[in-house]
Nanobody, 120 residues
Framework: QVQLVESGGGLVQPGGSLRLSCAAS????????MSWYRQAPGKERELVAR????????NYADSVKGRFTISRDNAKNTVYLQMNSLKPEDTAVYYC?????????????WGQGTQVTVSS
């Protein structure tokens, strides 16, 4: 059974930092491109950051460039999102997402989400 379990969310003051983790199981993690999405109240879910299978390529939304860093540890089946210089507009539920391609067929996996609140 595929599972993506996020952790590390919480309440933080503006300018603070948080590190999100996503532990994966039930699929070949090293073969999956991984991403973090977020969804704020009343808004659509948006892509925050993406990392390829080996970590060689990372992409970020313009709103988080220079502040957030995505990374992965294929030995631990875990993807991370280091968030620095947090702003109130970063408040959202953050979701871990994985896409695995097997024999040209795509499989999409989602975590349950973790709440990040940036407030003084």
């Amino acid at each position: 059974q595929v599972q993506l379990v996020e952790s590390g969310g919480g309440l933080v003051q503006p300018g603070g930092s948080l590190r999100l983790s996503c532990a994966a199981s039930g699929f070949t993690f090293s073969s999956a491109a991984m991403s973090w999405y977020r969804q704020a109240p009343g808004k659509e879910r948006e892509l925050v950051a993406r990392i390829t299978t080996t970590g060689g390529t990372r992409n970020y939304a313009d709103s988080v460039k220079g502040r957030f860093t995505i990374s992965r540890d294929n030995a631990k089946n875990t993807v991370y999102l280091q968030m620095n210089s947090l702003k109130p507009e970063d408040t959202a539920v953050y979701y871990c997402y994985g896409r695995e391609v097997i024999l040209l067929r795509e499989y999409d996996y989602w975590g349950q989400g973790t709440q990040v609140t940036v407030s003084s």
